[in-house]
């Protein structure tokens, strides 16, 4: 018999009472079964077979026997439900749990990390919001930027010592004369669909980025994209650029088919990385690994991750970033069991290749003047906010920053003056939780000097939107700045393409960011932009266009379940290199 057909009976008998020995006979649970003595018998045997109960009969007229319940009818339902998410079956686990969407939250973070079904290795995870579709020609935050890295190639990838590695293409070269980038790619590759991927679709990919404007201001210098052999793309610039390589080795130049541009809603998209998308909607995303994938194929099998509001579950397993009250470090937890601590838990820990900073928006309806900005950015400072995240009890994970990149040298400046600062004062923000932690740390600072502050809370898009169009109107802006893997071109473009960055400095300042960063990448190579990059970095602090707050401590611990795990630049673990002895 099978166990939901128990299940069944057993919650009829749940009625009697559990955890305590109960003194009846066998007609009387005969009766609550609503069945006869004789199946009554088998039944009870079944049950205690599982573990379920504990069934001790006494033989003779009046004698009564002992009966007892070990589970509530939730924990045992809980159990069962277990049994069918382990086994990748989700609907069955949700219509035991009679589609109660937390109870199967709370299970789906108790069962998540790494199990083998039917010799298979499938991950599983829980994450606190939906994933936007994953093309690369669009705007994404962190976690969507590294579920790209999982689901497309580029021709070439960027090491973190920014050297430039093999992907698609085998071998490159860059004329410093006729200023052309050639790739040449490697043989028989195939999009996650099976059609081929030929120097042809390249150039014709590349041909319908250059008219997005998400992509418009770094290609500006690309005359032509041609294909003279199938196996050979050619880039032909207008200008020298050293780094170009390392432009197209970012996530936003991922391979995909050229049509996939033109298309909108489609959230089974067609990649060509190592793993591909079998469904996305908003209740879950789920990837598989692509056999055809042109290096080595991961060892990850499946990867399935949930979404819960944040609320609904004890913990998260993945929380990119996300602050923790009264917590020093930003975790992020993978295992069959997070909320069981354990003496030998491994734990990775890094201090993020990024920033949270403060703008302050010269293109505010009432922007600050430069006396103003530069008293502000003594009262702002990061040790302030910090002891007022502190006193609020919305700490995070977080390290005094002094400088956009923690590498990078310390900013000194001289106190600044007192002036008088306007009676009321905005604050924009996108909902990224650290972020608004910092906002409501700053208005709380600045009320107690009597100036009234409005926080303004968007959507990443939104924000992001509002500054290209020129319509971000709060005095001040807190946002933040991730490298990828591609950390020095990355870190280029972090300044180079950052519509929120560009809008707040104003024109003179963009202009003049714009111009040192196109001299930057004319004669400098990519392994050296970090280096160069520090400079102009330290000038938007030094002009007190912005003020830097915090750099994130990303943790994170599993319990004996994954082997040999490392934390990605985004924060979240390599799935693709995940594997069990199991």
Known sequence: MSDLTLLRYYSRLSELG????????????????????????????????????????????????????????????????????????????????????????????????????????????????????????????????????????????????????????????????AFEWTFYLRPALTFHNGTTIDAECIASLFGKLKSLPHYQNELAHLVEVFAPQ???????????????????????????????????????????????????????????????????????????????????????????????????????????????KKDNDAQKSKIEDGCMFTLFNQNAEYALDYAQCRYLSSVITPTQVFEQLQKSHTLFGCVLAHNLLPGWHKVLRPEADKVPLPPQLSIAVYDYSALKYCALAIQTIL??????????????????????????????????????????????????HNPVLQSCIGENAQQWLTQSLNQLRSETHLHDYLHALEPIAAALINQYWLVPLFHHQQTLRFHGVLKDVALTNWGWPDIRNVWSTD
Request: hydrophobic share 35%; net charge neutral; aromatic share 8%.
């Open 447 to 496: 009320e107690a000097l009597g100036i009234d502050v409005t926080v303004n809370t968007y959507s990443f898009r939104e924000l992001s939107q509002k500054a290209t169009d020129g319509n971000l109107t709060e005095s001040l802006v807190i946002t933040n700045i991730n490298l990828d893997d591609n950390r020095h071109a990355s870190a280029f473009n972090s300044l180079y």
């Open 18 to 177: 559990t955890g305590e020995e109960i003194k009846t006979s066998l007609p009387t649970v005969a009766e609550t079964l609503i069945t006869s003595a004789r199946h009554a018998r088998n039944l009870l045997g079944d049950m205690q077979k599982l573990g379920w109960l504990e069934w001790i009969p006494k033989v003779g007229r009046n004698q009564r026997s002992t009966l007892l319940l070990k589970y509530s009818l939730k924990e045992l339902k809980t159990q069962l439900a277990a049994i069918r998410v382990r086994a990748g079956q989700y609907e069955k686990a949700l219509s035991i749990l009679e589609h109660d969407q937390t109870a199967f939250s709370q299970l789906l973070y108790s069962t998540s990390g790494a199990s083998m079904r039917e010799g298979r290795l499938h991950i599983q995870l829980t994450y606190k919001r939906p994933f936007e579709r994953l093309v690369p020609h669009q705007l994404h935050r962190s976690s969507e930027r590294y579920l790209m890295r999982q689901i497309y190639c580029c021709l070439v990838g960027s090491r973190a010592d920014g050297q430039l590695e093999p992907q698609l293409a085998h071998h490159w070269h860059y004329d410093e004369q």
């Open 230 to 340: 199938s196996n050979k793309v050619v880039f032909q610039l207008s200008k020298p650029d050293l780094g170009f390589g390392g432009l197209i080795s970012g996530v936003k130049y991922g391979i995909q088919p050229a049509s996939q541009v033109n298309q909108a809603g489609h959230t089974l998209v067609i990649g060509s990385g190592p793993f591909t998308v079998t469904e996305h909607s908003n209740s879950k995303l789920c990837l598989q690994a692509f056999d055809r994938y042109y290096a080595c194929r991961a060892l990850t099998d499946q990867v399935t991750i949930w979404q819960f509001d944040e609320t609904e579950t004890i913990e998260q397993q993945i929380k990119t970033n996300q602050p923790e009250a009264q917590s020093s470090g930003c975790n992020y937890y993978l295992s069959r069991s997070a909320a069981v």
